[in-house]
Every structure is written in C-alpha cells, then in structure tokens.
C-alpha cells in the first residue's frame, strides 16, 4: 500500500484519515503563518491559538458581514444573527454570562440520567450514524422542556438546520434549513410561551437569568435555546464517532473499560483532546496590529487550528501518546477567553452514555474501521462508518 499522503492544507486536515503528524508539523515549523492559496493566516501552536482567541481586536464574524449572505432574510439568518457566540461586544457579554450560568446550573445526575434513557431507546432503532447526533439533540431537547412526542421532529429539523447554515451547504440544503430554522422558531416560540405560564426547563431558565443580566429580548432566548442543539448537534456527534474510533485504535483503553466501565471517562476526555471533534475556529481581525506577535490588517481572517494546539508539547506533554489519565490535560475544542464553549460537561456526559449504550449491546470498535470516512466538513471531524 502506497503512503498516505498528508493533506494538501489545515482544512482539509479536518476530513482526513489521519492528520495528526501534518498538525505537529504545523506547531513546530509554522505556528503561525499565512496560508497564500487559502488567504488567511493559520494559528497551530498552543501560544499562538491562545493569544489569538484573547486577542480583543479580533472578532468571530466578517466585519462587513454579521450574517453569511446566503443566510441573509431567512429565518436560518435570523437564529444565525442571534446566536451569543457569533457575536461580540457589549451584546455579547451579559448573554454569554447568562447562557454559562444557565448550562451551569444543570444538575449532572439528571444530564447523565437522560442521556442513558436516551442511548437505551435510540440504540436500537436508528443506523450508528444517525444515533449519533440524535442522542445529544434528544438529551438537550428534553432539558429545554420538548415533549419526547416532539422528538423525531425537533431531531429531523436540528440535523436540516445545521446543514443549511454550514458554508459547505448547496441551495438545495440552505432551502431545507431555512424552513428547519422555521419550524424551531416556532416551536421554540410556543415552548418559551408555555413555559412562561408556569413549568420549568432549560429555555425558561435561560430566560429569567438572561434578564437577572439585563438581556430581555425573547428572539435572543429562543435563537440560543436553538443554538444548544444545534451545537450540541455536531459537537456531540463527534465526540461519540471519534471516541469509538479512539477504542478500536488504542488497545489498552479499550481493555481498561472492558473491565471497568468507568474508565470510558477518561477515554472521552483524552478524545477531546488527541482527536477533537471542532477542530478549527475562524476569526477576523477588526483593526491594523499585532496579533499573536504578528503584524495584522484589519479585515484579515485566522483559521485557529484547535486540534494541533492540543498536540503541542507546550500544552500537553508527549501529545502523540493516548493516555487516559493524563494529568493537567489542556483542551482547546471547547475554544478559550470569552467565546469558550460552557458545554464541554454536558457534551462529555452525553457522550459517556452513548458509548457506553453501544458497546453494552455489541458494538464491536475495531469493526468500524473498515470503510470508515468522515463526513465532508471545514471544521468538525465526524466519523461517517460503513453500513
């Protein structure tokens, strides 16, 4: 068999079967630099990601361009332009407190619980890669307040929306989001409503702190209640496929949680950051300076290349080795400064659960390889696996 070749770029990087040598090369000869064919800076290194992402002159959109153009007058565009994450500012601070305080607030037991009786109802019904982002978007939809007769809708319609707003998406998936992105506006609407009228879930919760930190504004509420599951939607999916792909390639983690159940935490945590599901952000920068010790011109954009950061020996010592008790492990998935992801305890819990479900019914780890690609991605790396 001929050797692999690397990938032709970072973005490529995403897809590929094993990118991570090209990713080290990245953090030891390029940390930062500019990528003349993609027309944008790269971040790698630990330091450079870092600095980058609490850099307060960069921004997490175009500047010209708060919604993607394709996006613009829909009601995806609508969601997309509310969204705490893709913002930044004054708007951007008091809704991101409120959305940590909210996620924060959720009782682990119950997070775990849910994410079991979901794992046991779905694991047998649907394909392994349908299972896959239908167990987060049904745990987090359950601790929104969505009715489980509501679920295969609010899964179908999650699963369109995040397609349609990808920038990979065609005409034909941005017309199928943006009716996705109407049909979760209105659920969310009536949910929000009800809700209101007295009975408890994560999207009420969100609204009374959003107002405890000043941010009334019910479209926001209902934007970010449908930006937990669209996150979740992705994230968790990839966690769940490359965590999987982690047991088939390393042994002896495979044999630890064979026998011992528990040990799978380590092995999800550990996946989080050797083989990462978000592996790169981009960023723009607003004003003329130094970024990241380089001199920068307003308007640039950075892809911030996450999954190299976690393999930088700066951050985490001997990177290439997967080991599940590493200690003082440093994790740049979830991003850092104030865009950090609050959710990285959720995704992790949903994931334990649905791993485990999977292989308490059979699943064989090192029979997925064969066949296995990844679906077509700019950023997040999940395993597509053979029928």
């Known amino acids: 068999m001929p050797p692999m070749l690397p990938p032709a770029d970072p973005i490529a990087a995403v897809t590929h079967a094993d990118p991570y040598d090209y990713y080290a090369g990245l953090v030891a000869r390029r940390p930062l630099y500019h990528d003349e064919a993609l027309g944008m800076w790269v971040a790698s290194s630990a330091a450079s990601v870092t600095s980058v992402l609490g850099n307060a002159q960069v921004r997490v959109r175009p500047l010209a361009e708060k919604v993607p153009a394709a996006l613009q007058e829909t009601p995806a565009g609508d969601i997309f332009g509310r969204l705490v994450r893709m913002n930044d500012g004054a708007s951007h601070c008091p809704f991101k407190q409120a959305i940590a305080a909210t996620l924060q607030s959720i009782d682990a037991a119950r997070v775990a619980s849910l994410a079991d009786h979901w794992a046991h109802r779905l694991a047998g019904t649907r394909s392994l890669n349908d299972f896959m982002p239908a167990l987060p978007v049904h745990v987090v ?127 999800i945590w550990e996946t989080l950051r050797a083989d990462p599901p978000v592996q790169n952000t981009r960023r723009f920068v607003a004003d003329d300076g130094v970024v990241a010790g380089q001199r920068m011109r307003r308007g640039d954009a950075i892809l911030v ?83």
């Open 141 to 267: 939809g359950s601790l929104l307040g969505v009715a489980d007769d509501a679920m295969p809708a609010l899964a179908q319609d999650a699963g369109d929306f995040v397609r349609g707003i990808a920038p990979v998406a065609d005409a034909a998936q941005r017309a199928c989001g943006a009716g996705a992105a109407a049909a979760l506006l209105a659920l969310f609407r009536r949910l929000l409503a009800a809700q209101e009228m007295g009975g408890d879930g994560l999207l009420i919760r969100l609204a009374h702190v959003a107002r405890e930190f000043g941010r009334a504004d019910e479209a926001v509420v209902i934007a970010n209640g449908i930006g937990f599951l669209s996150q979740a939607y992705e994230a968790t999916a990839g966690l769940i496929g490359n965590t999987l792909v982690a047991l088939a390639r390393h042994h002896d983690a495979r044999a630890q949680v064979a026998q011992d159940a528990r040990q799978l935490s380590g092995v």
């Open 305 to 387: 290349v996450l999954a190299a950061a976690g393999r930088d020996p700066a951050a985490n010592a001997e990177p290439a080795r997967f080991d599940t008790a590493r200690q003082d492990r440093r994790l740049f998935t979830f991003g850092a400064a104030v865009h950090a992801c609050p959710g990285e305890r959720i995704a992790a819990a949903i994931a334990q659960a649905g791993v485990a479900r999977l292989l308490a019914g059979g699943v064989r780890p090192e029979a997925l390889l064969q066949g296995m690609t990844y679906r077509p991605s700019g950023n997040v790396r999940m395993p597509l696996f053979a029928d």
